[in-house]
DNA sequence: ATGAAAGCGCTAACAC
DNA sequence: GTGTTAGCGCTTTCAT
């Protein structure tokens, strides 16, 4: 394997000093433009690449940032994902990816990695065990930027992209109530993590704004899965008084809900069904499932804009933002009762 | 915003050489256990952390390791990385992840900032646009590992975890024909891309097999999307002697497929409907849809052992390794002729 | 068991 | 417009 080029093979070749191919290759206005074209083409024919560790030792700054999610598995964060690499890439960002698999052990050991691999900041969603976030705080110690999205935690102080999700889960019944369901029953997850609550609380308030009676007994707290949205969807059908809507906590256990309903013959619409997250099935399977999506896109750039706006002093964790999305129902079957 | 300590500061405060700090904290078996803790307990006090940077320029090793997709948008991709972090995690090295969006350019782009940022290694999956692989030549060039997964290239001489497309291909039909369908359509897509290729002669391969006749207007060259599939399907139909048996090129093809024929009354299993790579939703739809898995996480496994393989030494450019997967017929409904 | 010192490749303050 | 040189933080050879 032959030696790598560097700056030094190019000024020897030119009889010139590395400070001044170092000054040509980064376009200096001090060096002239026969030098210029002249270091050019020698790095051209040395076949040279720059070593960024190198420049990032020197400089402090990595040109990379760390992301952490629980899992590319899921849909909602690969999406993000994805529009964070494509805004940050056309910055001239990198991007070093952690998954936590939902484990806090993992996110800790994820941000700890990645400060030591000196990223310029991070961007995460916190994982499902995560109670205690003071891992966090050592990159704002370090005065880092730390963006987070979609799942926040009340302890940490630091600029957000989120959906409203009291709102989702308000518009969500709404859109029951406003179809004409007047029993709503609601399969969902106890959770620290806020949005869970927050959707919860919206389901209760728009119950109330439109003077429909909040009965513990039609909410089901249990996971959140096929097998879990079955369950809760079985157990809903088992009271006396039998909901004449289901909202389940995502669009896998609204599938399940629905499959249940569909063995049950309690086929929807005539039982509405609503999920959350707008996952790619739920538009393709039979009834469609009417939904909230996510904005996962518009959440990853809102992010990695954030992320911008931090580096560029114009956020700051003492002048910080939180950006607040707003929910879009996705109408489609499963909540169509003709009235 | 404090200056950040070093090993210059945990010697300092000790009274020792930062050769020894640096030795302690390696864990080398010349230095004295006191010294050890002495070190060990400073660095905690002082909250050192480890600029990989500094100790990367110096060994010429990152334990980082780029990977480059079309789009974590894709399930696919998004489950392949999934493995892949998760088991190159668990051996100490981190992701730098770079997505081409099926742009060629971009993918130059990828491997020139990968290079830059010295990763030791790059696993790939060619974008649709790749017709010249030149630019990846370079990894090879610098003796690091290149390893491909799903997408290769003739051209391109390096390790590769694929799957067993012709075999693909040959499994989707023989499993029609066995299933008591006998006039087989494809709809599917040209492309340099082997896999589409191996598919499609998979196909062939079993008609022939089988007795039964291949016929060129039962094939439909288009594009792969939910659209194509309608198109595709609407065109078999028009046939003077329509097949009973679609394959399409992926699964938002068959899908695009299964809604026509919902639509004109040729109802799966009717009409036998198989796609390709198992996405999420396929097991969802009405009927559900008989398609073949493309083991996503077996390949970004398997991709990861690849790679440590390559940096132990145990393949090389010289001595390389293909690994083909075998593909997984999934039954369901909609293949479900009673003859 | 520990220290001294060179060097990884690049940048930039300071010279001329 | 270009050269000199120190230094980013760490590893490692050679000495003791």
Redesign the pocket.
């Known amino acids: 394997m032959k030696?790598?080029t560097?700056?030094?093979d190019i000024?020897r070749e030119l009889?010139?000093?590395?400070?001044?191919?170092?000054?040509?290759?980064?376009g200096?206005?001090?060096?002239?433009d026969?030098?210029?074209k002249a270091v050019a083409e020698t790095a051209e024919r040395l076949n040279?690449?720059?070593?960024?560790?190198?420049?990032s030792?020197?400089?402090?700054r990595t040109n990379t940032i760390g992301v952490i999610v629980p899992s590319t598995e899921v849909h909602f964060f690969a999406s993000v994902i994805h529009s964070i690499e494509h805004v940050l890439k056309n910055n001239g960002y990198n991007i070093l990816l952690y998954q936590s698999n939902e484990s806090l052990e993992n996110e800790i050991n994820g941000v700890k990695t990645l400060l030591e691999a000196q990223v310029d900041g991070i961007i995460a969603s916190i994982s499902l065990e995560t109670n205690d976030v003071s891992h966090f705080q050592e990159i704002i110690n370090q005065n880092k930027p730390l963006v987070l999205f979609d799942r926040t935690h009340a302890d940490l102080k630091a600029p957000s992209v989120t959906l409203d999700d009291f709102k989702a889960g308000y518009m969500a019944t709404k859109h029951l109530i406003d179809k004409g369901y007047r029993k709503i029953g609601f399969v969902t997850t106890h959770h620290q993590i806020q949005i869970f609550n927050d959707r919860f609380k919206g389901y209760q308030a728009a119950l109330k704004d439109h003077d429909l009676e909040y009965e513990d007994k039609r909410v089901i707290f249990g996971g959140l899965s096929i097998k879990d949205g079955r369950y809760g969807a079985a157990k809903l059908l088992r009271l006396e008084d039998v909901p004449d809507a289901i909202i389940a906590g995502d669009d896998f256990t609204a599938l399940g809900v629905i499959k249940k309903l569909k063995e049950t013959n309690n086929i929807p619409p005539e039982i509405g069904v609503m999920g959350f997250s707008n996952e790619t099935f739920s538009a393709f399977i039979t009834p469609n499932l009417s939904t909230i999506d996510q904005k996962s896109n518009k959440m990853g750039t809102e992010s990695a804009h954030m992320f911008l706006k931090m580096i560029n002093g114009k956020v700051t964790y003492n002048k910080t933002e939180h950006i607040v999305l707003e929910p879009l129902l996705v109408e489609r079957q499963s909540t169509g009762k003709k009235d």
């Open positions: 030696k790598k560097t700056i030094y000024a009889n010139i000093t590395v400070s001044t191919v170092s000054r040509a290759l980064n200096f206005s001090t060096i002239s026969a030098t210029k040279y690449s720059p070593n960024k560790l190198a420049s030792l020197k400089s402090g």
